[in-house]
């Protein structure tokens, strides 16, 4: 049901929508009734949400969009603004994880993880800020960190270079909220616990492979440390995106914002 009147017709896009966290945010946007362009290098299940949109009288559309190529991340504002004529809200939400303590990973695996979540988050959300310079009228552009970007997991989780990316994200954060608060264009970032999506099957065979545990038991474990006691949906996720990107959030600028069930301390 739709909790903000103020979202509707406002124009979203969404990077990393074809499954996961990102197709949970931008399902949440289309019943609150905006137009949301859903960005993926790979379609996934984009299609279900079209279908949705169209019976409920928004727009939305399927865009091909590796975030790591700014070419392709100017393409896809431009599509969105070809498409609903303006960019409202931009959120950065594509990732990836691989499993590997810094002292063990390969610099393939540190360009690719830095490429997609520091480099591809930079792109996206400073296109979509040149975008809303443009426009004159403000914005909101909200980044998918990680409890990863605030406290280092350590040995228990290996996510070495995945927390080092977060971290920039953070940091991004931080410092293009400074830079384009005064002009209405308010930059916050999001820091998610354990979600059950497939990143975190992806994780919990990465580890378990490692020790030699079944398959499986490393995200019982992990789900048995959540505060809240139980595992986090990718609604929970897109619950605090909507909240960022509404009238209630107007006062809120470079912040990160914790959705993880009490696991993150601060
Ligand atoms: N799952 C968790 O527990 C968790 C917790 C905190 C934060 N996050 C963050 O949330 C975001 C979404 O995670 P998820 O769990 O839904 O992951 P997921 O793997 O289920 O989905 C990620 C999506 O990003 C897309 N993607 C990957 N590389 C891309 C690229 N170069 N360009 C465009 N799209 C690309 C994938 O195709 C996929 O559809 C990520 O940034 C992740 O780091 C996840």
Redesign the pocket.
Known sequence: MAQYPELKNKSVVV??????????IARRFVVEGAHVLL????E?DSASLLTLAEESGTRAAYQM?????REQVDAAIARAVELFGRLDCMV??????EIAPLIEASEDSFDRQM???AK??FLCATAAARQMLEQGSGGRIII??????KIAPGKAVPLGV?AMS?HA?VGLTKQLGAELAGDGILVNC???????????D??DRGVTERSGEPQGSFKQEAVQSIPVRRI?E?ED?ANAVAFLASDEASYIAGQTLNC?GGLLPY
């Open positions: 990077t990393g929508a074809g499954r996961g966290i990102g197709l949970a960005s993926d290098i790979a996934g969009l590796d975030v790591t190529c950065c939400n594509a990732g990836i994880g490429a997609v979540n591809g988050a998918n960190a990680s409890g990863a970007g995945y977060k994200a999001i820091c998610g616990g354990i979600v059950d999506t497939p990143m975190w992806v994780i986090q990718p996720m993880s």
